[in-house]
């Protein structure tokens, strides 16, 4: 069974087990249902344990163990989904206790992520993320890498070590280990090529504001996406539904362009090994002139998601990122009190609903106050035939008069103090600051 870890249209029973010292919330488990349902999975049984210490062995102690397999045969149940993240040794006793198929929590997102890459790109994300887990665990996944090839443990004539695997007598083991690692280096190249290739693309859109949208999954950022921009990105009630990074321009109030982009959501507890993997996905964030945060203040987790949002965020070096929170779906708040206590956490946030168009236009206006960060009015002289600064300056500022004089033009332009460094980099003949 362990050959394959899908967990799609599979009678599940979820465990968690929360240590008496750590802070519990209301529904421990409720952000893991909606990840097994997300895959796909059937929910017949619940399990939350306060445990005193993590047993070696099971991590929940054999006589809890044994309760989980009552409950398995009771429930008829396919997986046991652990919210925690268990060792190989730990999956393989609780197996042999429970007699069903375990996987703990990084298991279940990276088979979620398998089942939504599209592109090329996440594909390959994900294979790499899902080997780097793997990697580690293969001594204690498989039965069949006990087994000996070549001569040392063949019985028939003949059967020796195939080329490539070191001669006779090598361990089945060590075969797929060298195996992965050498896949595992293979899509780092593969991904690294990719990477260069963003980071070119981002670094050739230097002259733009920059937007990311960012947020825990589901929030609701490809919706806001598709209403500022009409980009068609797929939308679903579910999560992680799109791994994809999208850019659209997106014009403000002036004709002023911008780009905006939408990332692959997260989740608390997010594998580290996707954090990784998904580096390039993340880029898009890292450069950013500004994130928009997109909060799910409908959500009853309201705050330990933003919380959690915040963190992956830290963890990826934007902590110190211009940061505009949005209270999404603030039409179909269900508490009050939650709804309340998040805007006295976050004074400065925008209530907005992506899916009604609620406040997009107080968005706009908040993003292009952002956009300029104050107005900066200057003359500048320059070649008519700068067909490069006119249409930055067509794109970033307004021009309040033009003057053509011979093969040149003077222009009085009002400028945002970020745009104004950028305005300088195209070396005009003549630019000075003047008084409005």
Same mark, same amino acid.
């Given at each position: 069974?362990r050959?394959?870890?899908?967990?799609r249209r599979?009678r599940?029973?979820l465990v968690?087990?929360?240590?008496k010292?750590q802070t519990?919330?209301?529904?421990?488990?409720?952000?893991?249902t909606a990840?097994a349902?997300?895959?796909?999975?059937?929910?017949?049984?619940?399990?939350?344990q306060?445990?005193?210490?993590?047993?070696p062995?099971?991590?929940?102690?054999?006589?809890?163990?044994?309760?989980?397999?009552?409950?398995?045969?009771?429930?008829?149940?396919d997986?046991?989904?652990?919210?925690n993240?268990?060792?190989p040794?730990?999956?393989?006793?609780?197996e042999?206790?429970?007699q069903?198929k375990?996987?703990?929590?990084s298991?279940?997102?990276?088979?979620?992520?398998?089942s939504?890459?599209?592109?090329?790109?996440?594909k /390959?994300q994900? %294979? $790499? +993320?899902q080997?780097?887990?793997?990697y580690? !665990?293969?001594?204690?996944m498989?039965s069949h &890498?006990?087994?000996?090839?070549?001569?040392?443990?063949?019985?028939?004539?003949?059967?020796v070590g195939?080329?490539?695997?070191r001669g006779?007598g090598?361990k089945?083991l060590?075969i797929?280990r060298r195996?992965?690692?050498k896949r595992?280096t293979? /899509?780092k190249? %593969? $991904? +690294?090529?990719?990477?260069k290739?963003i980071? !070119?693309e981002?670094?050739?859109?230097k002259? &733009?504001f920059?937007?990311?949208?960012?947020g825990?999954?589901?929030?609701?950022?490809s919706t806001?996406?598709?209403?500022l921009?009409?980009?068609?990105?797929y939308?679903e009630d579910r999560?992680?539904?799109?791994?994809?990074?999208?850019?659209?321009?997106w014009?403000? %109030?002036? +004709?002023?362009?911008?780009?905006?982009?939408?990332?692959?959501g997260f989740v608390?507890?997010?594998?580290?090994?996707?954090v990784?993997?998904?580096k390039?996905?993340?880029?898009?964030a890292i450069?950013?002139d500004?994130?928009?945060?997109?909060v799910?203040?409908?959500?009853?987790?309201?705050?330990?998601q933003?919380q959690?949002?915040?963190?992956?965020?830290?963890?990826i070096g934007?902590?110190n990122?211009?940061i505009?929170?949005?209270?999404?779906?603030?039409?179909?708040?269900?508490?009050?009190?939650?709804f309340e206590?998040?805007?006295?956490l976050?004074?400065?946030?925008i209530c907005?609903?992506a899916?009604t168009?609620?406040?997009?236009?107080?968005?706009?206006?908040k993003?292009?106050?952002i956009?300029?960060?104050?107005?900066?009015?200057?003359?500048?002289?320059?070649?008519?035939?700068?067909?490069r600064?006119q249409?930055?300056?067509?794109?970033?500022?307004t021009?309040?008069?033009?003057?053509?004089i011979d093969s040149?033009?003077?222009m009085?332009?009002?400028?945002?103090?970020?745009?104004f460094?950028?305005?300088?980099r195209?070396?005009?003949?003549?630019?000075e600051?003047?008084?409005?």
């Open positions: 069974m050959d394959n870890i899908a967990v599979e599940a029973v968690g087990a929360v240590l010292n519990e919330h209301d529904d421990e488990l409720a952000e893991l990840l349902e997300s895959a796909g999975a059937v929910i017949v049984d619940r399990i939350q306060k445990i005193l210490e993590i047993h062995s099971t991590y929940i102690g054999k006589g809890k163990a044994e309760m989980i397999r009552q409950r398995v045969k009771k429930n008829m149940a997986v046991v989904i652990f919210d993240d268990l060792s040794g730990q999956i393989r006793e609780l042999a206790i429970v069903t375990v996987i703990d929590r298991e279940l997102i990276l088979d979620i992520f398998a939504r890459a599209q592109t090329k790109q996440a /390959l994900v %294979e $790499l +993320a080997l780097e887990y793997t580690p !665990r293969l001594t204690r498989w &890498l006990d087994t000996v090839t070549g001569a040392a443990g063949s019985k028939g004539a003949g059967a195939a080329i490539g695997t006779p090598e089945q060590e797929d195996l992965v690692s595992i293979e /899509l190249r %593969e $991904l +690294a090529d990719i990477d290739r980071v !070119r981002i670094e050739a859109r002259s &733009l920059k937007i990311c949208l960012v825990y999954t589901n929030a609701g950022k806001l996406m598709n209403a921009t009409n980009a068609g990105v939308v999560l992680f539904a799109t791994l994809d990074t999208r850019t659209r321009q014009t403000l %109030e002036g +004709a002023k362009k911008t780009l905006i982009s939408d990332t692959v608390r507890n997010l594998p580290h090994q996707l990784a993997s998904f390039a996905t993340l880029e898009e450069h950013a500004l994130l928009l945060h997109v799910d203040v409908s959500n009853e987790d309201v705050e330990h933003a959690n949002a915040r963190k992956v965020l830290d963890e934007c902590g990122k211009k505009l929170t949005l209270f999404n779906k603030s039409d179909i708040v269900r508490s009050q009190a939650h206590m998040m805007q006295t976050y004074p400065e946030a907005i609903s899916r168009g609620l406040n997009l236009d107080l968005l706009k206006r993003v292009l106050e956009y300029g960060g104050g107005t900066v009015y200057c003359r500048i002289i320059a070649s008519a035939a700068d067909g600064l249409n930055y300056l067509k794109s970033a500022a021009v309040l008069k033009r003057q053509y040149k033009v003077m009085e332009v009002s400028i945002g103090k970020n745009q460094p950028e305005l300088k195209f070396k005009p003949l003549e630019i600051e003047i008084a409005q």
